[in-house]
């Protein structure tokens, strides 16, 4: 037994040894001799919106399926057209669903009657420029779409934004860790890691549209942006003497 001991501490010197340099440098640098702290620290970010994404389609009911799919792809046809004319741009238009759906009636103690056919075709649609959502949105109606879900606010390049955050969580972290050394009557003597959460964490907005539409010729949609907040979360590791 005592030879297998010494044998396998053997093995593990000779392999710390075959580390380059380098590696041996790193596992030095993690030794620590004083206190280690953990914490998190979360940096926000305020921009404004500047990019709206909506669902809008069509949904039509036929007795056969041949023309309630025939009627939602000419209705369709001048959805497209209406946001070609809008200048929205192929790459911003996507389609999301298509289905095809029988109609039954139920009858108490009778079998379900087939009463006809109800197709739907949405599109999701990336609005660039929101202040004219609204205005598209109303035309998109106008020429057959019945059926239009959103809006979803977000930054279109958000990096520098992220960027931001990332520094003021830097600086939330290393004033949180002077903090609890300050408490415990110690002072931070280095900061050891430092990791990022996978993604970033955007906070929605309050919802902004509003698709009710009252009976007075002039009723528009409309959709304020607002504000949105982009958070970035570090864990920080920091030695405390």
Do not use: C, W
Request: aromatic share 4%; net charge positive; hydrophobic share 45%.
């Amino acid at each position: 037994m005592t030879k297998s001991i010494f044998v396998a501490l053997a093995l593990a010197g000779a392999a710390l040894s075959a580390y380059p340099a380098t590696a041996q440098d790193a596992l030095a640098v993690r030794a620590i001799s004083g206190t280690r702290l953990d914490l998190s620290a979360t940096g926000t970010a305020t921009r404004v919106p500047d990019l709206a994404i909506i669902s809008a389609g069509v949904e039509t009911r036929s007795a056969t399926a041949t023309g309630a799919i025939a009627d939602n792809a000419a209705r369709m046809e001048r959805v497209r057209a209406a946001l070609k004319r809008a200048g929205i741009a192929d790459k911003d238009i996507q389609t999301s669903s298509i289905n095809l759906n029988p109609d039954y009636a139920y009858v108490n103690n009778q079998p379900p009657r087939l009463t006809g056919y109800r197709a739907s075709n949405n599109v999701s649609v990336k609005f660039r420029d929101i202040r004219n959502t609204g205005r598209i949105l109303d035309a998109l109606v106008a020429e057959g779409a019945n059926q239009i879900n959103g809006p979803s606010l977000t930054i279109d390049k958000p990096e520098a934004a992220l960027d931001e955050a990332r520094i003021k969580a830097i600086a939330t972290g290393r004033a949180r860790a002077d903090l609890y050394a300050r408490a415990l009557g110690m002072r931070v003597v280095r900061l050891l890691s430092v990791s990022e959460g996978g993604g970033y964490s955007p906070r929605p907005p309050m919802p902004m549209v509003m698709m009710a539409r009252s009976e007075a010729a002039d009723a528009k949609t409309s959709i304020d942006p607002g504000t949105q907040d982009l958070e970035v979360t570090l864990a920080m590791s920091f030695e405390l003497q």
